[in-house]
């Protein structure tokens, strides 16, 4: 019996038809919108469409009957003439499956980047595929999404066939990738768009100032707002880290400081944070340190993209927020490189990157030696310290050098090398006055901090827009990210999970002692600094099976950041 007709059991047939029957709602929909506006009376040639958009119509009609028609035949009874053709389908699968399964990725990939280069800033020089992307978006975006569900529906139906296969492994862990980064993309820009979130570039500092930088100034020439930026001798300074500045100078200097997007740029590199956690917790498991089904992995990930701060922090672009999500990119990217046993010169570097961005992230560091050991141990089945040391003394390279790097360009703004502008900056009088008073950090809020990370609840708000309203000054991490109850739990003693909880530890003490709880936000957006061991230790915590109560809480965990993101742009 063929191996399409000997998987297509009644479960599988109906998760099929589900998956199909979404696409084919979805392709609906989207056929509606395509042909609600008019064309130009000009170059109208029937029903208000032109000659272009009625040819490409009878395209997208015809494709959503055969989706409809796949609908239809996964539901119907088996026949011999269904047998048949099922048999025929089930040959030419088994035999190209390769080419057919590299085809439908190579779609997907196409489509996403056609959304990913027609959007600012790297609309300008392609500002010719701007009038193509408005005439078919709508039938690229179900093509999209249709794509995508077969992709998942081919693997339900034949997963022996494309689990035998060598050459797959490696074409799935690469596309998998690729749909994570321009799903997430695609998703973060449309809830974007639907809470009416773009172009909304207040606030962004980093698009001004590497304008500046490129000028050869490290200062803000008449700035449009001065909020939480630092006066000193009359020039206005950004006082945070500046490696998100020199990272847009190439687009500053290319495309200028009106056209650079950092809402735009944070959720491509939102994008490529989920796809890092992706395959992270992909590595963690080839080593067995966690045991997750592909289900397990890509709930995690989802989870992180949707269920945390990271969701409103990506879509934002605000500079405080922009630097966050970069601080999450490099040390996803130190992680993975320790997990893949790269140089530790290269670890140092990703290290040294985030720091720059937000000095923080050192706490980050007993994590990456951790693993580093762990590794070590399982190979030589006796941990030597030596290579340990040298592998610090290499790391300690570029990490000193980024730090040595923050202190001088400290001094040449302020002359001061541990003056960051944060006590004199232009913000809330209350945070200001904190730092003045107590420093930057202090036991002195170590209360206040506590309550906004583990307690602080929102407020009952009947009759008004926001029925549920979040408490700015932030909430507790277990009300916006109820999944994170799971971390509640017995841990191997294992290098890596000392190390994970270390990073966590530190990084959560030094939050702790800090004189602002985040300000205006949704949750605690200081989560982000050890959101990646967080997520990496929720692993454990998940086997093969994922319990059906985990699952209900990744979903909850999805509703309230989603909820959140909305009353945070607009409330």
Known sequence: MSILIKNFQFKKRYQVAFLLGISAIVGIMRFIVYLIPRSKPESQLIWGLSAARFFLGIVFLGLLLINIGAVIFALKDFSPAQKKIEKKLNDIFVNHHTVIMLILYGIFALIGTLFLLVIPPIIRPLRFLEPFYLRLNVFFSWILIADLLLIISLYIVAPKTLRKSQGMAKLNTFFASVGIFVLTFVLYLQFAILIGWINKTTYSFFDLLAEQFVNGKLYLENPPYTHDLTLYKGKWYVPMPPLPAILLMPFAYFVGAADISTSYLSMLASA???????????????????????TGI??????????????????????WYFSQILTVLFVALAVYAALRSWSAWWIGVFVGLAIMTRPTAMMTTPFLLAITMQIRQEKQKKLEFKPIFLWVLKAAVP????????????????????????????????????????????????PINLSVMFFKLPFW?????????????GMSIFLTTPALIYLFRRYPK??????AWTSVFLSAGLMILYHNTGAHQFGYRYILDFIIPLTILLGISLKKKIPWHFIALTLLSIAINLYGADWFMNG
């Open 494 to 499: 294992d290098w890596w999970v000392i190390g």
């Open 399 to 446: 990490i000193t050098l980024a730090i040595a790097s923050l202190l001088f360009y400290n001094y040449l703004r302020f002359e001061n090398i541990f003056d960051f502008g944060y006590v004199t900056v232009n913000a809330g009088p209350d945070i200001v006055a904190n730092v003045q008073k107590w420093g930057t950090f202090s036991t002195h809020f170590i």
């Open 298 to 319: 890509y709930t995690l990930v989802v989870l992180f993209l949707f269920g945390t701060p990271h969701f409103w922090l990506g879509i934002s672009g605000r500079g």
């Open 272 to 294: 490529f944070n989920g796809v890092l956690l992706f395959l992270i917790l992909k590595e963690m498991n080839i080593r067995q340190w966690i045991k997750l089904s592909k």
């Open 461 to 473: 708000n009947p009759g008004g827009r926001w029925p549920i309203l979040p408490s700015a000054t």
